[in-house]
């Protein structure tokens, strides 16, 4: 399996500002996803995020809020813009699996607190 | 649309004894996997075990094993001999083969082993 890391692990944000939160992966991968998980809840795919092209989000998740990053096949970024309280979350980067494609490997996460 | 839905919020259970969480899915498509993945206080989501559709052999891995039962559309999780370290959320999760990646999360169920 992947070794995925994130930074930063946490943050405390102010109202109205953006963090960027890099994902680094230990091998070379097709596909990124970016996961958010609200306080007590389930998780919500953000986007997905492929090499050399634009991100693909879900419903409800937008560019201009949550804009993505892929420069190369081991590294990805998310950026949570202009944040409301709202947004607090834990963010989570996977990666498909190199052997089984349906499989997901997923960082630790990085938890957000916008007060 | 997939829906994933775990009807258990919390469960408990003593050191060593046996304990099935339960999970329901809908999808109308033939090619899918399946998918149990725990995540503990560390936040670190980790991938318990996985179901091809396919198959008709339920899948093990060491402890943990699941009852797949596709025309009720049920997929539950068996923890046998449980530890204390088994306490977590554990989530229930569905990709189908023309979407790899989208997983589509349960809402998980909290997990306590007592000792």
């Known amino acids: 399996s992947a070794v995925i890391s994130q930074k930063p692990s946490r943050d405390i944000c102010q109202r109205g500002t953006s963090l960027t939160i890099q994902c680094q992966v230990d091998s070379q991968v097709t596909m990124m996803f970016w996961y958010r998980q609200q306080p007590g809840q389930s998780l919500t795919l953000i986007a997905t995020a492929n090499q050399g092209s634009e991100a693909t989000y879900e419903s409800g998740f937008v560019i201009d809020k949550f804009p993505i990053s892929r420069p190369n096949l081991t590294f990805s970024t998310l950026t949570v813009s202009n944040m409301s309280p709202e947004d607090s979350s834990i963010y989570l980067c996977s990666v498909e699996s190199t052997t089984r494609g349906d499989e997901q490997y997923f960082g630790p996460g990085t938890r957000l607190t916008v007060t | 649309a997939q829906t994933v839905t775990q009807s258990q919020p919390e469960m408990s259970v003593q050191e060593a004894e046996t304990v099935t969480l339960s999970c329901t899915y809908d999808t109308s498509e033939s090619n899918y996997y399946l998918f149990w993945y725990k995540q503990p206080p560390s936040r670190q989501m980790i991938l318990v075990i996985r179901?091809?559709?396919?198959?008709?052999q339920n899948a093990t891995e060491n402890r943990f094993s699941v009852n797949f039962q596709k025309a009720a559309k049920s997929f539950s999780l068996k923890i046998s001999d449980s530890q204390l370290g088994d306490t977590a959320m554990y989530f229930c999760?569905?990709?189908?083969?023309?979407?790899?990646?989208?997983?589509?999360f349960g809402q998980g169920t909290i997990l306590t082993v007592h000792p």
């Open positions: 179901q091809e559709a396919y198959k008709q």
């Open positions: 999760a569905f990709t189908h083969g023309t979407s790899y990646g989208k997983l589509t």
